[in-house]
């Protein structure tokens, strides 16, 4: 036997269906451009000297079901450009060259180059973290825009001497190790002393492929280093610098002493 509803109960239950509804069903999302494989200089910290120019690039690869339309805005910048900050922009803006290429229906590859000479476009304080900022388009129209997809840092060139004596030396006698720790100074545009910063003495000895800390040295208020050892056997010594997050780590030569 079949049983009939009356009308006000479907039209009831109608109303609490639509009720049930989430909101979010009734609209459904606009597809997202995406963006993977971001690297800056190929995921290496970008270093800079006082006077070569630096290049590098910003890579990543983008996709949309409707395409990637090939004209990208990419830009690297620190801080508020409007006030204290800086910014770089890419080659390709003065080219016209397009920043993405597709390579199928709905990917493309994406790059900008960017060329930094220290004496036009840096002062120390551009030792420090910058952010990518882009605006990527699909065929359709949809955007992404961002201010930062990915941190980078840029840093100051760092140099590292080393030199001990005297040579040769008898064995158990007392070697002097001097050296210097240096980096580019963008405000002069030449090499400075860094100060206060703790070096490792390093020995290899002859034979050997592996160095050994002997000891931690700081350098002075010029960046100069200088220690002593007791001589004990053929072998090299070095200064070695870890880096801090404005100067890359560096390692010195290597001095061979002959002990007798």
Not at 46 to 64: I, L, P, Y
Not at 184 to 199: E, F, H, I, L
Not at 229 to 235: E, I, L, M, R, Y
Request: with cysteine; net charge positive.
């Amino acid at each position: 036997m079949r049983i009939r509803v009356s009308a006000a109960v479907v039209t009831g239950a109608l109303a609490v269906s639509a009720l049930a509804v989430p909101a979010a069903q009734a609209a459904p999302a606009a597809e997202a451009v995406k963006l993977t494989n971001i690297k800056v200089n190929g995921g290496k910290d970008v270093v800079v000297g006082t006077t070569a120019k630096k290049t590098f690039t910003v890579t990543f690869t983008a996709s949309h079901s409707s395409g990637i339309y090939p004209d990208a805005n990419i830009t690297v910048e620190r801080g508020n450009v409007s006030t204290t900050g800086n910014i770089l922009l890419p080659e390709e803006w003065g080219t016209g060259a397009d920043a993405c290429k597709s390579v199928s229906a709905t990917t493309s590859n994406c790059k900008a180059t960017f060329v930094v000479e220290p004496y036009y476009d840096l002062d120390n304080v551009d030792a420090a973290t910058w952010k990518t900022d882009v605006l990527v388009q699909s065929l359709e129209g949809a955007d992404l825009e961002s201010n930062n997809i990915k941190s980078w840092r840029l840093q100051r060139l760092s140099k590292l001497t080393v030199n001990a004596a005297p040579e040769p030396i008898k064995k158990g006698k007392t070697l002097t190790v001097t050296g210097a720790l240096t980096r580019a100074n963008w405000d002069t545009d030449k090499y400075a002393g860094y100060t206060s910063q703790p070096v490792k003495l390093q020995y290899q000895k002859r034979g050997s492929t592996a160095w050994s800390t002997v000891k931690t040295v700081k350098s002075d208020g010029r960046g100069n280093l200088k220690t002593t050892v007791k001589a004990t056997a053929d072998g090299s010594f070095r200064y070695s610098f870890a880096g801090t997050s404005t100067t890359p780590a560096v390692n010195s030569g290597a001095d061979y002493v002959d002990v007798r």
